[in-house]
């Protein structure tokens, strides 16, 4: 309902909840891509949500004794505005460099979920297409990209609070940003998440962004 996908009815509304419904997603990802027309950004948004709808946790590989030259391989892929966008970076050299082994083994980045990152996005976009939702890029402009994101993943917020801790919009929850994030440092005033992850402490992680 929060995402406007069902009406007062219980019915799926047209044409949004009837377009979220023919995606093989989860409704937050189908809100943002299906938003993305709106800011100009498809195929931004395209390659965001391709990359975070598979294993998040297994794109970056960080042997145990290889933990410090991992990180620097990776220094050039990192984005200042968060997770999100790095992902998309991570996406884009992949296709520029030719989609190869060579250069997700010098990244430590894994081929296998980049592989499998393509696929779900040529999915999507014959989808998009065949709903005939404008597929268009915002280029460099990544606040466009942010704010469809933040159309799906509004519920998915938080705000820093004075004593630097981060307060879960929707639900309340003190969370924290979690220390693989790029954004761990920089203590934004509000990141959007993709989820949360419960250890000894509540950590937001996933795509994390700054609001923009």
């Known amino acids: 309902v929060a995402l406007g996908a069902i009406d007062k009815k219980g019915n799926l509304s047209k044409p949004l909840g009837e377009q979220m419904a023919l995606m093989p997603l989860e409704p937050k990802y189908s809100k943002a891509l299906l938003c993305s027309s709106k800011y100009e950004c498809a195929e931004e948004v395209l390659s965001i949500v391709s990359v975070i709808s598979c294993d998040m946790g297994a794109l970056f590989v960080s042997p145990r004794d290889k933990r410090r030259e991992a990180a620097q391989a990776r220094t050039s892929l990192i984005a200042p505005e968060g997770d999100l966008v790095t992902y998309l970076h ?17 990244h430590y980045v894994s081929f296998r979920a980049l592989r499998q990152a393509v696929k779900v996005r040529q999915q999507l976009k014959r989808l998009l297409s065949r709903l005939k939702i404008p597929i268009s890029s915002c280029g460099e402009e990544y606040s466009y990209a942010c704010k469809a994101l933040l159309a799906g993943f509004f519920l998915n917020t938080a705000r820093r609070q004075p004593n630097g801790e981060y ?10 940003i979690h220390p693989s994030s790029v954004l761990c440092r920089s203590k934004p005033e509000c990141v959007i998440f993709n989820e949360l992850v419960l250890t000894s402490q509540k950590y937001s992680a996933g795509g994390k962004n700054h609001l923009i």
């Open 167 to 176: 307060r879960a919009l929707s639900t309340g929850q003190e969370v924290r």
């Open 90 to 106: 991570v996406f884009a050299q992949y296709k520029k460099t030719g989609m190869t082994k060579n250069w997700c083994a010098k």
